[in-house]
């Protein structure tokens, strides 16, 4: 009989490996929008295993709450604004067709009333760069530039916590419970060092994968390993100048 690889036992999804749901507290997401804007107060500034960046409790006038990626300078008891007519200050939420080009921003939605899908990690920020027919062109942190509707909700500042990969991990330990929220594989061993029932790079003497590590996008689990689609590979060759 065969043996499963790891990366196909993966690929599966089962729980044995997925992210632990231990000390989770909640998604990010914006509210509904409210016709006339809401306030609110950050109530709260929270950890959650897994995640980089900080989350702010923010609790509504409505009596509802909801949490998000605190910005950097937002304190508890701070006030919150969310709508148009809000003043351009920190941890405030507006649409972004409202606030001035060269802003940056957090937290973007992709699509009006999704609750955010961009710049949320730590330290990472979207900046509005210009406006065009169809909506507001933002500059993400990849430097990519995107097109999104005028209604897309985006929270003012930058997301805290922008110095956490500044400190290196001391200790295999620390290493190990950070990979395990996250549900990553840790430690990370080289397929050429695996047998060929382990890995599809594995076998041989002279520690070579023996045929190319690129493979498709589509490829099945137990096959998808080494350069996944990869547009390239090797070294880049250098272009003359004329």
Do not use: W
Request: net charge positive.
């Amino acid at each position: 009989m065969g043996k499963k690889l790891r990366v196909q036992r993966r690929g599966r999804g089962t729980p044995t490996f997925r992210a632990k749901k231990t000390g989770k507290i909640a998604p990010i997401r914006y509210p509904e929008q409210a016709a006339g804007g809401q306030n609110g107060f950050v109530r709260d500034l929270l950890h959650e295993p897994g995640r980089g960046a900080p989350l702010a409790y923010i609790e509504l006038e409505s009596g509802t709450g909801y949490y998000i990626a605190a910005p950097e300078g937002v304190s508890i008891d701070q006030s919150v604004t969310m709508g148009r007519e809000a003043p351009l200050r920190v941890g405030n939420v507006l649409p972004v067709g409202s606030i001035p080009e060269g802003t940056m921003v957090c937290n973007v939605e992709l699509r009006p009333g999704d609750g955010g899908r961009l710049a949320r990690s730590s330290g990472s920020f979207a900046t509005v760069v210009s406006r065009s027919a169809k909506g507001t062109v933002l500059r993400l942190p990849s430097k990519r530039s995107v097109e999104v509707n005028d209604d897309c909700r985006a929270t003012i500042g930058i997301v805290a916590g922008g110095g956490r990969r500044e400190k290196p991990f001391m200790k295999a330990g620390e290493k190990h419970h950070h990979k395990r929220a996250k549900g990553q594989v840790y430690p990370v061993t080289k397929g050429i060092k695996m047998t060929a029932a382990s890995h599809p790079h594995g076998g041989g003497r002279h520690r070579r994968p023996g045929s190319s590590t690129t493979v498709s996008r589509n490829a099945p689990p137990g096959a998808k390993v080494g350069l996944i689609a990869a547009r390239s590979s090797g070294r880049k060759k250098r272009q003359r100048r004329r």
